[in-house]
């Protein structure tokens, strides 16, 4: 059965860091754009960031440039979230799912990784 898990959420004091990691099983990542995705208690659906497969080509919501970084690594079927200088407001489920690129719809999304920025 194909589908996506993120890992590497956590309890993180606010400046900390943590890397994400979704990785696909039952199918290749290599032709998919991927979006990186949060949501908090309360709040809507966010997009965080994207890579594509086209060309690498990332991007990144305005609250994190900076402090997020989105990379891909083929050979693993994984993509990282490598998350720096982390806020109480990064605090939310995150999630990661698939597109045709990164202006489309996503799907195939995974079951989410609880990330806690809190001191």
């Known amino acids: 059965q194909s589908h996506l898990v993120e890992s590497g959420g956590g309890l993180v004091q606010p400046g900390g860091s943590l890397r994400l990691s979704c990785t696909a099983s039952g199918f290749t990542l290599d032709y998919y754009a991927i979006g990186w995705f949060r949501q908090a208690p309360g709040k809507e659906r966010e997009g965080v960031s994207c890579?594509?497969?086209?060309?690498?080509?990332?991007f990144y919501t305005d609250s994190v440039k900076g402090r997020f970084t989105i990379s891909r690594d083929n050979a693993k079927n994984t993509v990282y979230l490598q998350m720096n200088s982390l806020k109480p407001e990064d605090t939310a489920v995150y999630y990661c799912?698939?597109?045709?690129?990164?202006?489309?719809?996503?799907?195939?999304w995974g079951q989410g990784t609880q990330v806690t920025v809190s001191s």
């Open positions: 890579v594509s497969h086209s060309d690498g080509s990332t």
């Open positions: 799912a698939t597109s045709i690129n990164c202006h489309a719809d996503f799907g195939s």
